[in-house]
């Protein structure tokens, strides 16, 4: 049965997804939200070789062994005959530094050798096209096989052609190279793709070691933070939510999103954490992109998401010809939200900025022109702190005044005031902190429900949301503070599930959430460490237990049955990546 326990593997300009037995079941062209080559993990049961796969299959194969190449998104895969046959197949995507630029080709290389035995292999490339609806015709070079359609795609290899278009098996003796994507490969192909092999594990595991990360949990977190990396598309800095569209939040939901867009929300999270294990680069990238969405309109408005390379996300539509994982449809290609209004992305903005402030010298002509650009979204903020929206669920049947979305926009002048005395511009630092002290002020008022001895989801509101553990993170409420320690309490006695936190569970447009959403459990975790004592130990043993629920390869999808620890929700989710980062470090002595 198609399952979650998959590996990714990358590189900042596709992703692919892989299955326990080395099948690729998701990737997609020429980029991130492109049309997925390979779709058989949305295929439905039936004929998963009908939306796409690369399959690579030892004959009689009774064993396989599966797992990353330390500190590297390189995965290696080892399958095993009951004859004593095996072989090890590598895949990875390249990347590397050449003079000074990091070089990310659109190509997935997948390298197989023999390890034992008189192995025999079955290799399947089915490319699809159009959202799964067609087969790409194929036709036979010399050392190659092309695919035809819109973005014309080559598989290069040393394997014998005809046997791949046939299906059949053969027998392998040496090493042999399939190097898949829209380029054309020239040369050895045993040595170009040894030598690709060699640069990307050697970049890599240098970025691994140029982290700052704890002590307790360093594999996690450098697989965490080395999986955001590959979700940011290097060529324009943006960061999507998660590689996949359409795994539901939970079976039978209807709750089926398209996640491969850019949440200036998420993203900001993403950033956030990379900054705090010392990757700052990624902020900056991140950062240039999303001002030059704002400064591209008259008065630096920003939308819910966007599609990678800046421009708008395409309207919601169904992909017919995908019945779905495990046939749980509808599929969906783009995403409706982005039409919503999301008051709290302005805080978020500023807040992306964070790291980059206290980095350079306060006199800093490029820190105060950036303060500049920034204060543009706080002039947003002040504005909509008390207006209704979608709220960051997105809720798609009404809008209200979200205490989160308030809450932000309390963070967006907070920031610009902490910056402007960074660079020493006092009236400006006053100018926000007056209108910071303003927006807390009203939140202070009509957010807080007495009877409740809680902060609600919504001003003059009764219910709960998960997002209100952010208060001491954010600065806006110490975590000692009676108000958030009932907070928490409340939390705690109605939306929380077993050991894990659900966002609400209110009735919404589908109906009442099934599944814990992870990332709020995340928030809890941190919210206990901040308060201490037995908290705090609570805290640890909790975060212990959200790691055992990742699967083999470290991964976590957006959702969490609570009562079999089944992931569900796409995958895998940068929310929950950056999760395991910050309570790492919280928890970190």
Avoid at 116 to 128: H, L, Q
Wanted: hydrophobic share 40%; glycine share 8%; net charge negative.
């Amino acid at each position: 049965m198609t399952s979650l326990d998959l590996a990714l593997v990358g590189n900042g300009a596709i992703g692919a997804l892989i299955d326990a037995g080395g099948t690729v079941v998701w990737c997609c062209l020429p980029r991130f939200d492109g049309d997925p080559i390979f779709a058989s993990l949305l295929a439905g049961e039936s004929r998963p070789d009908r939306a796409g796969i690369f399959a690579i299959e030892l004959v009689g194969a009774v064993r396989i062994e599966q797992q990353y190449a330390t500190d590297t998104p390189i995965l290696i895969t080892r399958c095993y005959d009951k004859k004593g046959g095996g072989i090890e197949i590598t895949d990875f995507c390249p990347r590397f530094d050449l003079g000074g630029d990091l070089v990310c080709p659109t190509t997935l290389v997948r390298q197989v050798r023999p390890i034992g035995g008189k192995p025999n292999i079955v290799v399947r490339v089915t490319p699809a096209a159009n959202y799964g609806c067609n087969q790409r015709q194929h036709a036979l070079g010399a050392s190659h096989i092309s695919y035809a359609g819109d973005q014309a795609l080559r598989l290069t290899t040393n394997a014998p052609a005809e046997a791949i278009v046939g299906k059949t098996p053969f027998h392998i003796h040496q090493t042999l190279t399939f190097m898949f994507g829209v380029d054309e490969q020239t040369g050895d192909l045993t040595s170009v793709g040894a030598n690709l092999l060699e640069k990307t594990g050697a970049h890599w595991r240098f970025w691994a070691r140029s982290l700052k990360v704890p002590d307790e949990w360093r594999d996690a977190v450098v697989r965490a933070a080395m999986t955001l990396e590959l979700n940011v598309y290097e060529k324009t800095g943006a960061i999507i939510a998660a590689m996949t569209t359409s795994i539901p939040e939970a079976p039978n939901s209807g709750r089926t999103w398209d996640y491969r867009y850019c949440w200036p929300r998420d993203a900001c999270f993403v950033v956030n954490a990379l900054s705090r294990v010392g990757e700052i680069r990624t902020t900056e990238k991140y950062l240039a992109f999303l001002l030059d969405r704002a400064e591209s309109t008259d008065d630096a408005r920003l939308v819910p998401m966007y599609a990678i390379d800046g421009s708008a996300i395409p309207d919601e539509r169904v992909a017919e010809c995908l019945e779905g994982y495990r046939g749980m449809g509808p599929v969906h290609i783009g995403n409706k939200a982005s039409e919503q209004r999301q008051n709290d992305i302005y805080g978020e903005a500023v807040m992306t900025a964070e790291p980059l402030f206290g980095n350079s010298p306060a006199s800093s002509s490029a820190d105060q022109a950036l303060f500049t650009r920034l204060e543009r979204f706080g002039d947003h903020a002040v504005r909509l702190h008390d207006v209704p929206d979608a709220g960051l669920w997105e809720l798609r049947g009404t809008e209200r005044i979200h205490t989160f979305s308030s809450m932000m926009c309390w963070v967006a002048c907070d920031r610009l005031a902490k910056y402007a005395d960074h660079l020493e511009l006092a009236d400006r630092a006053e100018y926000w902190r007056l209108r910071a002290q303003s927006i807390h002020d009203v939140i202070s008022r009509r957010s807080w429900n007495a009877k409740l001895n809680a902060f609600t989801a919504t001003m003059e509101g009764d219910s709960l949301d998960a997002s209100l553990l952010l208060m001491p993170r954010l600065g806006f409420i110490a975590a000692d503070d009676p108000r958030f320690i009932g907070t928490v309490a409340a939390i705690e006695s109605q939306l929380k599930h077993g050991d894990f936190v659900y966002r609400y569970v209110e009735r919404d447009d589908f109906g009442y959430p099934e599944n814990a959403f992870l990332v709020c459990t995340f928030w809890y975790i941190e919210a206990l460490a901040a308060m201490g004592g037995a908290r705090r130990k609570e805290a640890r043993a909790l975060f212990e237990k959200v790691l055992a629920a990742r699967n083999r390869h470290g991964l976590l999808a957006e959702d969490l049955d609570p009562g079999t620890l089944e992931q569900w929700g796409n995958f895998p989710q940068t929310y929950c990546m950056a999760g395991i980062i910050d309570c790492a470090i919280a928890l970190s002595d």
